[in-house]
């Protein structure tokens, strides 16, 4: 992949000032005492990374001792800073229109790039795609805070693309940029649900309005993915990989507790990756639950029972509590304040949210659920046998079919027509119902509860097909309660 | 808003006119058509008083059930919006989530929307102004969701203000418009808000002095209405945004749930799901709910309107089978409540004992008369001797009903008592006998005698077996239901009841002197309990009764047998139904007919019933005539889609011919009846699909013998262009009604969409 991104770099023939290349040869002139790959290698250990501590990121053009703040903020993600800060060049030279940087979710992209921005003062707007529902919103920011409000006012009420330009251009003739402006754009990957001419024009923005502009993407999806069809202008990829266990040590261990030494933190930090690393890399993830347990780590140091170098005794204590963790409120069973009152309480067992599954239904209902289970997953033509008082000659035997091996549970539901879900509500309920008004909205009802799932969608008026949502589990729950058995009328169970 | 009518399109609603214009209209419409008109007026008078008052009285339960889980939802917004400002490190380090209640409501989705009125009221009222509630259908979008929520938020507090705050309306109506619908926009808006309320005197606002009170920052809440019909996609977008914001804007949730809390993790991936911090709270279920509605409303005296025990019979199976919804029943309730007094002349007399006195003076000879014709009345004058005089005399009539109204209220005020000892005497017994429930135990008493039951029975002879313990807090929990009552017969029946518990106790004191053979006799009945087996039970009842029978008993089983006899008595002093009881038609709505037809429509089997046997139709539709203002030539059917309920009006054109000979004799289709009936009839002949040539020729044979042409003739049957066009006309209604549909397999065939024949 290192490969192919240097191709792009040094591709011949585009009019924006060669700095990049150059600044990256000056940078790897720079490395020349690391592994043969220095640019996109990750730091291999703990013994080279010192090599790489605070002081080597510097750049002609910025401030020293920002850049050393800088940094000291970036532990472990030194070679992208590094390639990133040299992509930029010098605050007034011109960067490259476009960059891709991708990684795994809190693989430090955001924060890289933020701590680039906020310490080293450049010009800059950030904007969440999630948070453009309309194109508009995101020209309006852009405009904004490059230009003031004003600028902003000029765009007309539903601002097509060009609108955009055109404003942006005009503006920046006025005042034409000292530095680059970067534009920022987080979770790139919802660009590919926008207009189809957004994101070809975004990756040539310099270009089109003539301006020291950058556009960097923010995506945990590769660019392979992106690229429209119709073909685009490359950005340069820049790849994130994922923290390994001893970074994620590393960076874990710096936010240690004030009233606590930094080894103490260091160990816990330990301990939690043993239990955690296996299941979960995500470092948000493994901060909060550093954060949300740590607490329950002290209280024997906090107690004065244990001392605070007594690694093996305080393992033997946080070890179960972690594993509890890591049942509940790792998966948001429990939520953290309920995690933490439970500590508080030692009361016993919470149940999760997913031990909730009881609902209780009308009896109708109820039926209407079961009759739709069964028309999921019984093949059709089994009807006649389950509900047919005299099927006749039909015996189990010979309507099994040989190659009908593989169970219908495994396969999932299939949708049936309306007719066949009453005629099957109708066997099987016990008793006489008039085809009222409410058991057809009953059935509207248990779509909008996400038991029954309309399948399709354009013929509403005769026959809407639908599928049934639910577990086998709990349709037998609810079948329990009306004294249905319905293993007996599932032709898997046969 | 609602209409009443049936069909879509574009309605204006003038800004209401003033009450008592408004009334009036009510009246009108109440009058019209009323049955015994005289007294009307009078009747509607009483029927809105009860209504309001079982309105208010609706509400204020509703508030009471609702109060606890709203008090521990308040504690949690109180709690969060408290918690967030902590500067320690844990809280720092901490993702920081959204706070979010998991509200579980159940599947009764018509009652949530006034469980959620009086949350958001009371959060606006005690925690904080910003309280945005979304429903589902109005966010089908992440840009409409955006959209209500700023509007929401932001109009609710401009909505409140003075003219200070219209001027910041104007500017927030600007900003909207310039940073179009971000939340950017509402978290400035926020800030300004905040900042402002903190800056103003406490003196001079006097509702937000609670916020001011209790933290600067007031979160920020938005109500999820129905979690399940939200489109996740859009969900999890705003979600990710909202977590955008979280460190700048006190936001919190609350989804309500109809299902259960796990659709919740259907519903959200994890990496969504961890951005929130779910608190779960569980309402109350809905059968509880009714069984306090009807507590409250039907079981008891202080209401003299009545239902029916069938009538009961068909709201609750509604309620149970159908919806659960507790508006509803109350609904069924109201439409009980206007029909008694629209169709009962004598209801008049349905109110409190002295306003009844007074409407008995009030009754004409009309009325009198009615009460003569009444089949109560008629049953209790045989019963009397001088039937003469109450025949023709009218005065001495009046009298007698005072007399029997007075009766009639006494037994109310005597019947709910003794049923509720009743039910709490045998709701606990194995395998409830009389029911689990106590509305079960007032159907069957509504029904019939009670005692004349087997189960009344065998409960009697569960109570005879119970120990002394069990008998004596029984007993005792009736004399507290008993306690309140005041009614002579039931005070006299606490002073007896009373003794019996004295008798019992003193057993007590005198068992411990020298402890009887008793003592190690523990209660059979618990042991029953468990082993619920009908065979079992029947067994030890035998057992029991043998061993009854060869021993002597001791005292405290003779005082037993008394306590059993004495409920016994009460019972049939006072649970008789009130069908014997003389006038109950004044107080009893009993058509429980015309309240399930209201109620649970079923379009489908009328739809049918009018094609097939049009004549009763149209019939009545002549005695109507132009009364209501429909043309005689056509009927509205309302129809209702199989899976959406959509409301549309279809008007068949009936060709009435002049000899209106629609009814045949053997029940097969009458070549007279409107073309629509000819082609069903038809058309149920044909199997799955049907040749429309075929289908034509028929239509055309039979309508050619309608019009009396002689069969013989050349023309006969011939298809000319009218009839062409009539039956296509037919047709198409057909197929608009769903009966048929176009398919692609052969062109010139339909396929029936029903199954069944002739
Ligand atoms: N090298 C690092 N040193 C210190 N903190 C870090 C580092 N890398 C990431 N973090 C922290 O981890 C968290 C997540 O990182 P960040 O938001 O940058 O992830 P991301 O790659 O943008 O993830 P996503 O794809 O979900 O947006 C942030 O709070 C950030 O402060
Ligand atoms: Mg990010």
């Not at chain 1, 954060?291 to 070890?319: Q, R, Y």
């Not at chain 2, 508030?63 to 308040?74: A, F, G, P, T, V």
Request: proline share 5%; net charge neutral.
């Amino acid at each position: 992949m290192h490969q192919s991104a240097e191709n792009e770099t040094c591709a011949p023939a585009k009019s924006y000032p060669r700095k990049v290349v150059f600044s990256i040869c000056a940078h790897i002139q720079q490395r020349e005492m690391s592994p043969p790959e220095p640019v996109f290698v990750t730091p291999a250990g703990g013994g080279s990374e010192q090599s790489w501590m605070a002081g080597l990121l510097e750049h002609p053009g910025y401030d020293e001792e920002r850049l050393r703040r800088v940094s000291e903020q970036l532990s472990c993600r030194e070679v992208q800073a590094g390639l990133l800060l040299s992509l930029m060049g010098q605050p007034q030279q011109y960067c490259y229109p476009s960059l891709f940087i991708y990684g795994h979710r809190a693989s430090g992209k955001s924060h890289v790039v933020n701590v680039f921005m906020k310490d080293l003062e450049l010009p800059h707007v950030t904007v969440s795609c999630v948070e453009c529902v309309s194109v508009a919103l995101l020209f309006e920011k852009v405009l904004r805070s490059f230009f003031g409000c004003d600028a902003a006012s000029l765009l007309p009420r539903s601002p097509s693309l060009s609108d955009f330009v055109r404003i942006y251009r005009q503006q920046s003739s006025q005042s034409p940029a000292k530095q680059t402006r970067y534009i920022v754009m987080e979770k790139a990957e919802l660009l590919r649900d926008a207009d189809v001419n957004l994101l070809p024009a975004l990756l040539r923005l310099q270009e089109l309005v003539k301006d020291n502009v950058s556009v960097i993407l923010l995506s945990e999806i590769v660019w392979d993915k992106f690229r429209p069809n119709t073909g685009c202008f490359e950005p340069l990829l820049l790849h994130f990989p994922d923290y390994s266990k001893g970074e994620l040590q590393q960076i874990l261990s710096t936010d240690r507790h004030p009233s606590y030494s930094a080894e103490f933190y260091s160990s816990y930090i330990n301990i939690l990756l043993g239990v955690f690393y296996p299941v979960c890399r995500d470092l948000r993830e493994l901060r909060h639950l550093a954060a949300l347990n740590f607490s329950k780590f002290c209280e024997p140091v906090a107690a004065g029972k244990v001392k605070e170098m007594d690694t093996h005794k305080l393992w033997k204590n946080i070890e179960p509590h972690l594993k509890k963790a890591m049942q509940t409120v790792y998966l948001r069973e429990v939520s953290s304040l309920q995690w933490e009152q439970m500590e508080e309480h030692e009361s016993g067992a919470l149940r999760g949210l997913s031990a909730h599954t009881h609902v209780e239904l009308p009896y109708y209902s109820k039926f209407l659920l079961i009759a739709a289970y069964l028309a999921s997953y019984n093949p059709a033509r089994t009807d006649k046998r389950f509900f047919l008082k005299h099927h006749g000659k039909i015996r189990k035997t010979n309507f099994l079919k040989k190659n009908e091996k593989t169970s219908n549970h495994l396969l999932g539901p299939k949708p049936f027509p309306l007719d066949r879900l009453l005629a099957v509500f109708y066997s099987v309920v016990d008793s006489r119902v008039a085809p009222t008004a409410s058991i057809f909205s009953q059935i509207s009802s248990l779509v909008t509860l996400q038991l029954l799932t309309l399948v399709s969608h354009d013929d509403q008026l005769d026959t809407p097909k639908y599928k049934c949502a639910v577990s086998l589990d709990f349709i037998s729950a609810i079948s329990r309660t009306v004294n249905f058995d319905i293993v007996k009328y599932l032709y898997d169970f046969l | 808003m609602a209409t009443s009518s049936f069909s879509r399109g574009c309605f204006v609603f003038k800004p209401s006119a003033k009450k008592k214009k408004m009334a009036v209209g009510l009246e009108r419409y109440f009058t019209h058509g009323c049955e015994g008109s005289e007294s009307s007026e009078v009747r509607f008078k009483i029927c809105l008083d009860l209504w309001n008052k079982v309105k208010m009285e609706t509400e204020a339960l509703q508030d009471e059930l609702n109060r606890n889980i709203l008090d521990s939802l308040l504690e949690f917004t109180r709690k969060c919006s408290s918690t967030r400002d902590h500067s320690d490190w844990a809280s720092q380090m901490r993702a920081s989530e959204i706070p979010t209640a998991a509200l579980v409501l159940g599947v009764n989705v018509p009652d949530h929307d006034m469980t959620f009125q009086s949350l958001s009221d009371l959060l606006r009222h005690s925690v904080t102004p910003h309280v945005a509630s979304l429903q589902a259908k109005e966010c089908a979008a992440l840009k409409h969701l955006m959209k209500r929520v700023l509007e929401r938020l932001m109009s609710t507090v401009v909505a409140v203000g003075d003219e200070e705050e219209e001027e910041l309306q104007q500017t927030d109506t600007e900003l909207q418009k310039s940073v179009h619908c971000s939340l950017t926009a509402l978290c400035d808006w926020y800030i300004s808000k905040t900042k402002k309320s903190s800056c103003s005197t406490p003196g001079k606002k006097r509702s937000s002095s609670v916020v001011d009170g209790q933290h600067q920052q007031p979160p920020v809440v938005i109500i999820f209405k129905d979690l399940e019909a939200f489109n996740p996609r859009v969900l999890q977008d705003f979600i990710l945004i909202c977590s955008r914001y979280i460190q700048r804007l006190p936001l919190m949730f609350i989804f309500g749930i109809a299902t259960s809390p796990s659709t919740i993790q259907h519903m959200l991936p994890n990496s969504v799901s961890s951005l929130l911090c779910i608190e779960l709270f569980q309402s109350l279920s809905c059968t509880q709910h009714l069984t306090t509605v009807i507590d409250k409303l039907i079981l008891t005296s202080s209401f003299p309107f009545k239902l029916s025990g069938k009538v009961m019979q068909v709201l609750v199976s509604i309620f149970l089978y159908h919806d659960f919804s507790v508006r509803n029943f109350i609904k069924g309730l109201q439409l009980a409540l206007l029909e008694h007094f629209h169709s009962q002349p004598l209801s008049s007399l349905c109110c409190r004992k002295n306003e009844a006195r007074l409407n008995v003076q009030q009754l004409g000879p009309a009325d009198l008369e009615r009460i003569r014709q009444l089949p109560s009345f008629k049953r209790y004058l045989k019963e009397q001797e001088e039937q003469d005089n109450l025949m023709t005399d009218d005065a001495h009539l009046k009298d007698l009903c005072q007399k029997l109204i007075k009766d009639l209220h006494k037994y109310h005020k005597n019947y709910y008592p003794i049923l509720r000892c009743l039910h709490c005497l045998t709701s606990s017994l194995p395998r409830y006998p009389l029911g689990k429930q106590i509305r079960e135990l007032h159907l069957i008493c509504l029904e019939k005698n009670v005692w004349e039951s087997e189960d009344y029975q065998s409960a009697m002879k569960l109570l005879k077996m119970l120990a002394k313990d069990e008998l004596i807090s029984l007993l005792q929990t009736c004399a507290e239901v008993l306690q309140p009552v005041r009614s002579k017969k039931m005070k006299n029946a606490l002073v007896q009841l009373e003794e019996l518990l004295a008798k019992l106790k003193l057993l007590d004191a005198a068992a411990e002197v020298g402890p009887s053979v008793e003592e190690n006799l523990t209660s059979p009945v618990r042991n029953l309990q468990k082993k619920t087996d009908l065979f079992q039970l029947q067994k030890m009842l035998l057992e029991m009764n043998e061993s009854r029978r060869s021993k002597r008993m001791s005292p405290f089983e003779i005082l037993r047998n008394e306590a059993v006899e004495f409920v016994d008595s009460l019972v049939k002093n006072h649970l008789s139904p009130p069908e014997s009881k003389p006038l109950y038609e004044v107080c009893y709505y009993t058509s429980s007919a015309t309240v399930r037809r209201h109620l649970n429509a079923t379009p489908r089997t009328s739809i049918q019933a009018a094609l097939s046997s049009p004549y009763s139709y149209i019939q009545e539709l002549k005695e109507r005539g132009n009364d209501r203002r429909m043309g005689s030539d056509s009927v509205l059917v309302v129809l209702v889609d199989q899976n959406q309920a959509v409301y549309c009006g279809v008007k068949f054109t009936l060709r009435l011919s002049a000899n209106n000979s629609l009814k045949t004799e053997d029940g097969t289709v009458s070549n007279a009846a409107p073309d629509i009936c000819i082609a069903y009839k038809l058309h149920l002949e044909c199997g799955r699909l049907i040749n429309l040539y075929d289908w034509l020729e028929a239509y055309s044979t039979v309508v050619s013998a309608a019009e009396g042409s002689n069969p013989d003739s050349d023309g006969f049957g011939k298809v000319d262009e009218v009839k062409h066009a009539r039956f296509i006309r037919a047709v198409s209604e057909l197929e608009f009604l769903g009966f048929i549909k176009a398919t692609r397999k052969k062109t010139d065939h339909v396929a029936r969409l029903t199954w069944g024949g002739c």
